[in-house]
């Protein structure tokens, strides 16, 4: 997966290419006093500030007019302390090389995302999650972080220091500071078994909640203009290893889920008609597997193919009914949707605006390949999931505002009154922040 890309002309545009921004300047700091230096100087200059990872946000949450930092140079595992049982690590670091680096210690985090190309501050900062039973978001593993605040100062938060900017700083958007180092709890390397197998969409939502219950991690993908799924159910196994054959891995992860879906979402942008017989033809493609191997090679795939995503997390008890609403909605419409519907779960956790924040939730993400027009279908979609008081990613196209997140997050008043405290002057503010925080 390409990253960030500042042009030529110094514009700057984030993976799916639907957000674009023109920055003063850009600033790459080597250090933590040269990021909160770099801060204080875009003060002085009364210019905005903005961090920016990999730009695998769909909003614009990290777009800038003013100072971009890029945080690449922030990277690497500060310490290990193997009797708390926790990494810290720089901010600007890949989650894979974090993965890699882990693994090669004999650790790992507990759960993670489909996908390890963000950065750990950037994948944090909007919510980024997997699915689990019991086991929630990449920000809920996080057990301090170190963060520079509007005038510069360097802010270190854990349960037992700072406690309230901890509580809101796991899931910031970017709105309280700069986060540059985290600290994550990690536990012994673990092996995972992935069993994956079609079902009927009828099926699973029937048995959905066996199927959760009995899973450590259950997620599943529909095809939209069919009956049909692809279910995923992760369990900590006892072994042995059991990876996917490297032949196996590069038809199926690579020539069919990358190769021939880009070509068949390319055939089907230039002719929507054909896409529910190529949708029909998808859904069947893959077979049962089952492996077993470390977790970042279980939880993570490739993803190759560029798109454009809205997620919203639904309380758990509402997903059944709003999946039945979305498929009728694409079935009595003339929408073609290409791209599979993902489910995952969360329990819920105690982030001020995490999307599962005190309330077991469900994960409906709904997608459209890049360069096809998305709104109607998204906007659809979206009344289904704002009917049911869905809270949409952070990080993914949505249309909510102020209002409707002061209703659906009991604690928003507490975050908003956290960066009045923290960043009076709105130094990191953007027009995303702003429609979605207030002024």
Known sequence: ?????????????????????????????????????????????????????TGHSFTAA??????????????????????????????????????????????????????????????????????????????????????????????????????DVFAAARVGIGALGVVTAIT??????????????????????AEFDELHAENEHFEFYWFPHTG????????????????????NSWFEDEFLSNGVFQVANLVGRAVPATIPTIAQLSSRALSARSYTDIPYKVFTSPRRVRFVEMEYAVPREALVDTLRELKAMVDRSPLRVSFPVEVRTAPADDITLSTASGRDS???????????????????????????????????????????????????????ALRDRLDPERRFQNDYLRRVLGA
């Open 228 to 247: 049909n799924t692809n279910t995923k159910r992760n369990n900590r196994s006892a072994g042995p290893e059991k990876p996917v054959p490297q032949l």
């Open 184 to 205: 994550f709890a990690v536990e012994p390397i673990f092996l995972l078994t992935a069993r994956e197998e079609p079902m009927p969409f009828e099926k699973v939502l």
């Open 62 to 163: 990290a777009a800038t007019d003013g100072v971009l930092i890029r945080p690449q140079l922030l990277t690497g595992i500060r310490n290990i302390d193997r009797d708390a049982m926790t990494v810290t690590v720089g901010a600007g670091t890949p989650l894979k090389r974090l993965n890699v680096a882990l693994a090669r210690e004999g650790l790992s985090l507990t759960n993670m995302g489909d996908i390890m190309e963000q950065t750990v501050s950037g994948a944090t900062s909007t919510g980024t999650h997997g699915t689990g039973r019991e086991s929630a978001s990449i920000a809920a593993q996080i057990k301090g972080l170190e963060l520079v605040t509007a005038d510069g100062s360097i802010l270190t938060c854990s349960a037992t220091e700072n406690a």
């Open 1 to 53: 997966m390409s990253t960030t890309v500042i042009g030529k002309s110094g514009t700057w545009r984030n993976w799916a290419g639907n957000v674009t921004a023109r920055p003063v300047r850009e600033v790459t700091p080597a250090t933590v006093e040269e990021l909160a230096a770099a801060v204080r100087r875009a003060a002085e200059d009364d210019l905005r500030v903005k961090a920016v990872g």
């Open 362 to 416: 469900a994960y409906i993400a709904v997608h459209m390949f890049r360069g096809t027009p998305y709104q109607a279908y998204f906007t659809a979609a979206e009344r289904i999931f704002t009917a049911h008081e869905g809270r949409p990613h952070w990080g993914k196209v949505h249309t909510r505002d102020t209002d409707y997140f002061a209703k659906v997050y009991p604690r928003f008043g507490e975050f908003t």
